[in-house]
């Protein structure tokens, strides 16, 4: 079943917009609160430049950090295989010390020097 897109008001650098999508209102509330701050910040910092060169910096931005957290989580997903691998791999050699593989109950399984 499709998803019913939203229609979603917004404003940002003091112009209206309507947002269309699948996103809720408190989460498309964040993302404009999260633009008009970063464009107040871009504002104070470069007074020069105009909405639209700070808006592409505010994009390229985002993107570079879009980048570096997919980059994160390919690394953590690798990290998570490799610590399966490594369960897995203990599980597998570790000696199975059930009553009924105990020959002698009184048996110590390993001796301490």
């Known amino acids: 079943m499709m998803e019913r897109n939203l229609r979603f008001k917004a404003k940002i650098a003091g112009k209206e917009y309507t947002i269309v999508g699948q996103k809720s209102a408190l989460h498309l509330n964040s993302v404009v609160d999260i633009v008009n701050n970063q464009l107040q910040q871009l504002t104070e910092m470069t007074p020069e430049l105009n909405n639209?060169?700070?808006?592409?910096l505010m994009s390229v931005n985002a993107i570079s950090d879009q980048l570096m957290k997919e980059q994160q989580i390919l690394e953590l997903e690798e990290e998570i295989e490799q610590l399966k691998t490594q369960i897995e791999s203990k599980q597998s050699t570790r000696p199975n010390y059930s009553r009924r593989d105990q020959s002698n109950s009184h048996?110590?399984?390993?001796?301490r020097e």
Request: charged share 40%; glycine share 0%.
């Open 52 to 56: 639209e060169d700070r808006s592409i």
């Open 107 to 111: 048996q110590v399984p390993y001796e």
